[in-house]
Nanobody
């Protein structure tokens, strides 16, 4: 059974940094694209960043460009999201998903995710 487990969230002041991890298990994900999504209270889930199978191509929503960096380690079946210069509007539950290509579509069990809270 495919499982994606997110970790690394926390409470940070505006301007701070966090590094999220998404550990995949159940099968090898080295051939899949992977993506980060986030959902703030009372808002729809939104796409944040995606990375192709090799890590050679990435894509970001405009609001995080230049601040967030997505990467992956296929040997560890893990994807990361380095978040710098965090803003209060980045506060959300962050979840990861897998897809056929960097263009999606992406799927996930949308489990607990990891909470990121940025204080002003």
């Amino acid at each position: 059974q495919v499982q994606l487990v997110e970790s690394g969230g926390g409470l940070v002041q505006a301007g701070g940094s966090l590094r999220l991890s998404c550990a995949a298990s159940g099968r090898t994900f080295s051939g899949d694209a992977m993506a980060w999504f986030r959902q703030a209270p009372g808002k729809e889930r939104e796409f944040v960043a995606a990375i192709n199978w090799s890590g050679g191509s990435t894509y970001y929503v405009d609001s995080v460009k230049g601040r967030f960096t997505v990467s992956r380690d296929n040997a560890k079946n893990t994807m990361y999201l380095q978040m710098n210069v965090l803003k209060p509007e980045d506060t959300a539950v962050y979840s990861c998903a897998v897809g056929r290509s960097i263009a999606g579509p992406f799927s996930s069990s949308w489990g607990q995710g990891t909470q990121v809270t940025v204080s002003s």
